[in-house]
């Protein structure tokens, strides 16, 4: 991939999905020296588990792409209500739009235009609509997904998983969630690593692929 993406902007709806979606790969892409900005859309404070302050995600989303070494100038955060962002479309769309003008990506992962959560469908269509002259890849979140297809690999080595699953640790009002077991992430990395003959990948819908 050397020279072909330089630039990589990672939409994720909820604060911990662009980990939970592409961790491994943007752990590869850091490592490799590439400019990684992460875009994330709200961090559900309707939806925090009794217990936790309702901002929690906030900081363990900081804590987490500082894991993942993404500069605080590449971390992009909005606060909009969850499972409510079809309600604020147009205006996703306008920011959106303001990122591919002022960033000017080379590559766009967001997720899967099969992704049933209805905030990644919103986020999934708006990205489509704003990035139409740039690559974009879908990543895999597989208990939103009925249908995935399985046509772009990403070849990861075990320390890029590893720090994947350092990453979502920090997620702690999120531990209770099956996904995020380590056991899981390995598995589901070793599966789309055998898929293509190498020990570990992340799988991506590929929804648009541009070479210049």
Request: glycine share 6%.
């Amino acid at each position: 991939m050397d020279g072909l993406f330089n630039r990589i902007l990672i939409l994720s709806p909820h604060a911990d999905d662009s980990e939970l979606g592409c961790g491994g790969t943007v752990a590869r892409f850091v490592e490799e020296g590439r400019e990684v900005h992460v875009a994330a859309f709200s961090v559900c404070e309707e939806s925090v588990p009794e217990g936790f302050e309702k901002d929690i995600l906030f900081h363990e989303w900081h804590q987490a792409l500082a894991i993942m070494e993404i500069p605080e100038d590449c971390r992009h955060l909005f606060r909009y209500p969850v499972r409510y962002f079809m309600q604020h479309r147009q205006e996703i769309l306008d920011k959106l739009i303001q990122f591919r003008d002022q960033l000017k990506p080379d590559l766009v992962l967001l997720p899967s235009s099969q992704d049933l959560h209805q905030d990644h469908q919103t986020i999934a269509n708006e990205g489509l609509r704003a990035f139409k002259g740039t690559s974009m890849l879908g990543f895999e979140i597989p208990w939103n997904n009925i249908h995935f297809e399985t046509r772009s690999f990403i070849h990861l080595e075990k320390r890029h998983i590893e720090k994947k699953i350092q990453a979502l640790a920090c997620y702690r009002s999120q531990g209770f969630r099956g996904y995020a077991d380590p056991g899981f992430i390995f598995s589901l990395a070793k599966t789309r690593g055998v898929q293509i003959e190498v020990p570990y990948a992340e799988v991506f819908e590929t929804i648009r692929l541009i070479i210049r």
